[in-house]
C-alpha cells in the first residue's frame, strides 16, 4: 500500500498549522499581523497561476497586490463590480450614470484596481519577506534543528 506525499503543506501537519508558542518563540505583533494578511490575501483567485485554463499575464507581486488585470484586459468592465456612486432614492441612478458591462468569455472578473499604480519599492520588500514567510508558513521547527542536536549530545553521554 502506497502512501501518498502531500506537497504543499510546507513542514505541517496541515496547512493553515501554527505549533505552540515556547518561551523562546515570542511572536510579536508583525508576525501575527504578516500570518493574517497571507492567509486572507495569498489565498486568493488573483495569486493563482491558472484560472479557466487561462494563464495570469501580471507579476506575481502585481497579482498579489491586485495591481492590475489578470488576463491585462485594457478598460474591461464586465458588469460585476458594485457600482461605487450610488443612489439612495429610485430614480437617481439615471443621474449618477453608471458604466454598461460587456462580459466575455473567459469567465474571470475584471480588475477593480488602478492598473496603471507604480508601487514603491518598500511595498516590493514587505512582498519579498512575505513570499519567504510563506515558503516555511507551517514549519515546525522554526528553522531549527528540530532537536536533533540535542539527540545527538544526549546519546554521548
Do not use: H, W
Amino acid at each position: 500500500m502506497s502512501r501518498q506525499v502531500k506537497f504543499n503543506v510546507l513542514g505541517g501537519p496541515f496547512n493553515g498549522y501554527a505549533p505552540r508558542q515556547s518561551i523562546t518563540n515570542y511572536k510579536d505583533s508583525e508576525v501575527v499581523n504578516m500570518r493574517r494578511v497571507l492567509v486572507r490575501s495569498r489565498s486568493a483567485l488573483n495569486v493563482k497561476d491558472i484560472i479557466n485554463m487561462r494563464g495570469r499575464v501580471l507579476t506575481p507581486f502585481r497579482a498579489a497586490n491586485n495591481l492590475g488585470d489578470f488576463l491585462g484586459r485594457k478598460n474591461y468592465v464586465d458588469g460585476s463590480e458594485p457600482n461605487p456612486e450610488s443612489a439612495d432614492r429610485p430614480g437617481y441612478a439615471r443621474l449618477i450614470g453608471s458604466v454598461m458591462g460587456r462580459p466575455d468569455t473567459t469567465g474571470i472578473q475584471g480588475a477593480s484596481c488602478n492598473p496603471k499604480f507604480v508601487a514603491d519599492s518598500s511595498d516590493y520588500i514587505k512582498f519579498k519577506r512575505q513570499s519567504a514567510t510563506n515558503r516555511n508558513f507551517n514549519d515546525l521547527a522554526f528553522g531549527g534543528y528540530n532537536n536533533s542536536a540535542y539527540s545527538r549530545i544526549k546519546m554521548n553521554f
